[in-house]
T-cell receptor
Framework: EPEVTQTPSHQVTQMGQEVILRCVPISNHLYFYWYRQILGQKVEFLVSFYNNEISEKSEIFDDQFSVERPDGSNFTLKIRSTKLEDSAMYFC????????????FGPGTRLLVL | AQSVSQHNHHVILSEAASLELGCNYSYGGTVNLFWYVQYPGQHLQLLLKYFSGDPLVKGIKGFEAEFIKSKFSFNLRKPSVQWSDTAEYFCAVNARAAGNKLTFGGGTRVLVKP
């Protein structure tokens, strides 16, 4: 069964550094999403992406965040200058055209900002 | 904005016991409803979903959920749990008028004792 994959599984970075989290969505999916879960808190929506542009974003997704689909398979989340409060588990998800509401999640990247 | 609450943070039960996890949402419009499960060390997996039609939906691994519109609830049930059902369970809601984003509940950790 096809799955969403994410790399790396864990990343430790220094405050102020840039990080790029990578995701490979399911191959025939056209809608892509990033969510995050701060330890002990709810899973929160960050951004959705369709047709090479952001379709929706939350208040969390400020100018420090950006997303990109650099090629036909990868979907990336960049945090330009990480803050301590960016430490969280970041989940990528994707969904297909015919049933875009049903999202399939990757295993997550655990980001720790020191 | 929609919100989702799950009544129990932790549930401990023995094998063969029945399980019911509560989920309530607040949103006045039409919604799609989901239950996801996260087994230890694994990614979020879709258990079941409700879009329309029969309010009693059946999912994988013997789980079912009932949508009660008047109560804004979507409770998850399983008549007889197994040790392998030990996991964290997340209720999520998509408000159809608000794009594809999912709003998650806080999750319920279920421990099934053998």
């Amino acid at each position: 069964e096809p799955e969403v994959t994410q790399t790396p599984s864990h990343q430790v970075t220094q405050m102020g550094q840039e990080v790029i989290l990578r995701c490979v969505p399911i191959s025939n999916h056209l809608y892509f999403y990033w969510y995050r879960q701060i330890l002990g808190q709810k899973v929160e929506f960050l951004v959705s992406f369709y047709n090479n542009e952001i379709s929706e974003k939350s208040e969390i997704f400020d100018d420090q965040f950006s997303v990109e689909r650099p090629d036909g398979s990868n979907f990336t989340l960049k945090i330009r200058s990480t803050k301590l409060e960016d430490s969280a588990m970041y989940f990528c998800a994707s969904s297909e055209e015919q049933e875009k509401e049903t999202q399939y999640f990757g295993p997550g990247t655990r980001l720790l900002v020191l | 904005a929609q919100s989702v609450s799950q009544h129990n943070h932790h549930v401990i039960l023995s094998e063969a016991a029945s399980l019911e996890l509560g989920c309530n949402y607040s949103y006045g419009g039409t919604v799609n409803l989901f239950w996801y499960v996260q087994y230890p060390g694994q990614h979020l997996q879709l258990l079941l979903k409700y879009f329309s039609g029969d309010p009693l939906v059946k999912g994988i691994k013997g789980f079912e959920a009932e949508f009660i519109k008047s109560k804004f609830s979507f409770n998850l049930r399983k008549p007889s749990v197994q040790w392998s059902d030990t996991a964290e369970y997340f209720c999520a809601v998509n408000a159809r008028a608000a794009g594809n984003k999912l709003t998650f509940g806080g999750g319920t950790r279920v421990l099934v004792k053998p």
